[in-house]
């Protein structure tokens, strides 16, 4: 190669004879660089011919590139830079970029060994994610390599913790005059030594940090908000929150809740519970009451058969023979037969027309979750048919109903045969009925 100075030379070409000057210019150059001469060197033609300088630049050595067994021989590894998340809880979703770098400016590429943690990874960038991943301790083993097969390794384990589990039900009630004690029942997958704090109490109520015992030495009469804390080694946390009633020690307590719907013409119960802090003999009357409607003077234990739609307000009185006294309020609201049926054919009738019209989300509206589940596969399949499937058909005639279902017989009248098919409605939460089984 030409290691020389700058050499500066003028080339002027005129036909064959200025070819043959350049042709001899460059062999001179050739020669001159050999030589390490300093000189310029210089052709010239006439004034009309055009001129071409060329600039011979010192500089360093050029470098060629190795063979690839040579470049191979030479390479060097990835370096992994990053320092890896190595716990998280077990409702968390799991994110670690891994970032590294290669000191030939090689394309890197990444991969996981263990493909069991249920982990994944972005081959080009390195993320390492995953969710829902199992508690407890995962060996992780993360690989980076170049495009030439040297490769580096981190190795860390993962640990998924879980947040502690409270297991025990707090006593929502208690009585002035009486100290009120909850033993917290708690445990951890992880971590056996928990921590219990109140996070919120009315004053004077405390907690056992260790035992996770709670108590109340005097309590006052009133709601009071509690929320207690369970931690764990790990920094897990779980929270027990409820609402305290502390009611007078002489007075009693309905803890249930009534029934407020019924049908006319079908039976009507309901059956109190009561808290006291006595098993005292107690005595129940009807205060406010239906025509009809009676009680178990000793149970408290109601029955009653309306015989006509309406609202009926209802108060039951308790009486122990300590002259404690409680009582429950409520309404019931009786509901027409002729009402219900109608109610329930116009959700029968959607459901079907929906499916005529092919308008499959619509028509689950109308029916239950078990429903759902059962014979949307087989109304999908009998879509096209649903037209006369859905035809001839006559009244459904009611066979049972209470506060939470309802029975039909619907009459089919195929090739001059009665068929009868008995299809289930269920009341939702809101009192809506809805289509259970055909």
Same mark, same amino acid.
């Given at each position: 190669?030409?290691?020389?100075?700058?050499?500066?030379?003028?080339?002027?070409?005129?036909?064959?004879?200025?070819?043959?000057?350049?042709?001899?210019?460059?062999?001179?150059?050739?020669?001159?660089?050999?030589?390490?001469?300093?000189?310029?060197?210089?052709?010239?033609?006439?004034?009309?011919?055009?001129?071409?300088?060329?600039?011979?630049?010192?500089?360093?050595?050029?470098?060629?590139?190795?063979?690839?067994?040579?470049?191979?021989?030479?390479?060097?590894?990835?370096?992994?830079?990053?320092?890896?998340?190595?716990?998280?809880?077990?409702?968390?979703?799991?994110?670690?970029?891994?970032?590294?770098?290669?000191?030939?400016?090689?394309?890197?590429?990444?991969?996981?060994?263990?493909?069991? !943690? #249920?982990?994944? +990874? =972005?081959?080009?960038? $390195?993320?390492?994610?995953?969710? /829902?991943?199992?508690? *407890?301790? @995962?060996?992780?083993?993360?690989?980076?390599?170049?495009?030439?097969?040297?490769?580096?390794?981190?190795?860390?384990?993962?640990?998924?913790?879980?947040?502690?589990?409270?297991?025990?039900?707090?006593?929502?009630?208690?009585?002035?005059?009486?100290?009120?004690?909850?033993?917290?029942?708690?445990?951890?997958?992880?971590?056996?030594?928990?921590?219990?704090?109140?996070?919120?109490?009315? !004053? #004077?109520?405390? +907690? =056992?940090?260790?035992? $996770?015992?709670?108590?109340?030495? /005097?309590?006052?009469? *009133?709601? @009071?908000?509690?929320?207690?804390?369970?931690?764990?080694?790990?920094?897990?946390?779980?929270?027990?929150?409820?609402?305290?009633?502390?009611?007078?020690?002489?007075?009693?307590?309905?803890?249930?809740?009534?029934?407020?719907?019924?049908?006319?013409?079908?039976?009507?119960?309901?059956?109190?519970?009561?808290?006291?802090?006595?098993?005292?003999?107690?005595?129940?009357?009807?205060?406010?009451?239906?025509?009809?409607?009676?009680?178990?003077?000793?149970?408290?234990?109601?029955?009653?058969?309306?015989?006509?739609?309406?609202?009926?307000?209802?108060?039951?009185?308790?009486?122990?023979?300590?002259?404690?006294?409680?009582?429950?309020?409520?309404?019931?609201?009786?509901?027409?037969?002729?009402?219900?049926?109608?109610?329930?054919?116009?959700?029968?009738?959607?459901?079907?027309?929906?499916?005529?019209?092919?308008?499959?989300?619509?028509?689950?509206?109308?029916?239950?979750?078990?429903?759902?589940?059962?014979?949307?596969?087989?109304?999908?399949?009998?879509?096209?048919?649903?037209?006369?499937?859905?035809?001839?058909?006559?009244?459904?005639?009611?066979?049972?109903?209470?506060?939470?279902?309802?029975?039909?017989?619907?009459?089919?009248?195929?090739?001059?045969?009665?068929?009868?098919?008995?299809?289930?409605?269920?009341?939702?939460?809101?009192?809506?009925?809805?289509?259970?089984?055909?």
């Amino acid at each position: 190669m030409c290691q020389g100075r700058h050499h500066l030379i003028t080339i002027s070409i005129n036909s064959k004879l200025g070819i043959a000057y350049c042709l001899l210019g460059i062999f001179m150059l050739f020669i001159g660089c050999a030589q390490q001469n300093d000189a310029p060197f210089e052709l010239q033609g006439d004034d009309n011919n055009q001129s071409i300088q060329t600039e011979i630049i010192e500089d360093e050595p050029l470098v060629e590139m190795p063979p690839d067994s040579d470049r191979a021989s030479s390479n060097k590894h990835p370096i992994i830079l990053s320092d890896p998340v190595t716990q998280i809880n077990v409702d968390q979703p799991y994110v670690y970029t891994a970032i590294a770098i290669d000191p030939d400016g090689d394309t890197i590429s990444w991969s996981l060994i263990d493909q069991n !943690s #249920g982990l994944n +990874i =972005n081959p080009l960038s $390195g993320i390492i994610y995953g969710s /829902n991943l199992n508690p *407890g301790i @995962h060996n992780i083993q993360l690989s980076v390599q170049d495009e030439l097969g040297a490769n580096s390794e981190q190795q860390f384990t993962l640990t998924v913790t879980q947040n502690p589990t409270i297991h025990s039900l707090a006593p929502k009630y208690t009585f002035t005059g009486y100290k009120y004690i909850y033993q917290i029942l708690a445990t951890s997958v992880d971590d056996t030594n928990l921590i219990y704090t109140l996070d919120t109490a009315p !004053s #004077g109520m405390i +907690i =056992n940090e260790i035992k $996770g015992k709670l108590e109340w030495e /005097n309590p006052v009469k *009133g709601n @009071h908000p509690v929320n207690i804390k369970v931690n764990s080694a790990s920094g897990n946390i779980v929270n027990q929150e409820f609402a305290l009633s502390v009611l007078d020690e002489n007075s009693l307590l309905i803890t249930s809740n009534p029934e407020v719907n019924a049908y006319e013409s079908h039976p009507y119960q309901y059956k109190p519970s009561i808290l006291s802090i006595t098993e005292l003999e107690k005595t129940f009357t009807l205060i406010g009451a239906a025509p009809g409607m009676e009680i178990d003077k000793f149970t408290g234990h109601i029955r009653w058969t309306p015989s006509n739609p309406g609202i009926y307000p209802v108060e039951i009185l308790v009486v122990d023979i300590d002259g404690r006294k409680g009582n429950q309020v409520f309404e019931i609201q009786v509901r027409s037969l002729e009402d219900i049926d109608t109610e329930i054919n116009e959700v029968l009738q959607k459901v079907f027309d929906n499916f005529v019209a092919k308008d499959i989300n619509v028509a689950r509206n109308f029916m239950s979750g078990e429903a759902q589940a059962n014979y949307l596969p087989v109304f999908n399949a009998l879509l096209p048919h649903m037209e006369e499937i859905t035809a001839n058909l006559d009244k459904m005639e009611r066979v049972t109903i209470n506060n939470t279902s309802a029975e039909y017989i619907i009459p089919r009248t195929l090739d001059n045969e009665t068929r009868l098919y008995l299809v289930t409605f269920v009341a939702d939460s809101e009192g809506s009925w809805k289509l259970n089984s055909l």
